[in-house]
């Protein structure tokens, strides 16, 4: 198995994942491993795994990250086939990684392999507030819900982060440290005045 050390953000998740059975609602900001910490878990899983992404491209990259760079064998495969396209009943590979839409479909199709879940994993959950997007993970969330699988959700950002976390009876990892510094400021030509004071004028070839 492929390993690295981990960060306190997925040391945390980790931990509040394997001490607990609650489903995990998970806001942390981007860059500090969530993807990473969700392919671990999903990896070393007992039974099977799916975990839901909004887009094909991201699907296929997953897989290839938790087999190669986290888990270090072939033991996730994407479903990336056009939504309504038919696929096979059963699939052999333990983590299946796909978008909300294939799953939906999966789902009502009634699938094999949507019958032996026992984790989902549904990545950039605030999705769920938008009105192409929503109706599908909302289905995939609420089959999880009435099969007793257990779900992780995460995000960047999630408004009304207490009403979903009701939602999915989850517990919350609201985690604010960003692995580099955040800076707010406006610019006005080629300076930029931040919120702390601090004054930086750019070079030409910075601002063309």
């Known amino acids: 198995m492929a390993k690295r050390e981990m960060n306190e953000f997925q040391q945390l998740v980790l931990d509040k994942y394997v001490r607990t059975n609650k489903n995990l609602l998970i806001s942390a900001p981007t860059g500090v491993g969530k993807s990473y910490v969700a392919g671990l878990i999903a990896s070393q899983e007992i039974g099977y795994v799916v975990y839901a992404v909004p887009l094909r491209a991201l699907a296929l990259q997953l897989a290839q990250d938790i087999n190669t760079r986290i888990y270090g064998e072939e033991v996730a495969t994407p479903l990336i086939s ?17 978008t909300y839409e294939k799953l939906d479909a999966s789902i009502r199709k009634k699938k094999d392999w949507t019958r032996n879940i026992n984790l989902m994993i549904v990545d950039e959950i605030h999705n769920l507030g938008d009105k192409e997007r929503g109706p599908a993970i909302e289905n995939d969330v609420e089959f999880a819900l009435e099969n007793e699988i257990r779900v992780i959700a995460m995000s960047a950002t999630i408004n009304q982060i207490n009403e979903v976390g009701q939602w999915l009876d989850a517990e919350i990892i609201n985690y604010d440290k960003r692995p580099v510094p ?17 004054v930086i004028k750019l070079k030409e070839d910075l601002v063309n």
């Open 82 to 98: 056009e939504v309504y396209e038919d696929d096979p009943d059963k699939l052999y590979h333990k983590v299946i990684v796909t």
């Open 182 to 198: 955040l800076y707010k400021g406006i610019r006005v030509g080629n300076t930029i005045f931040f919120d702390d004071g601090e």
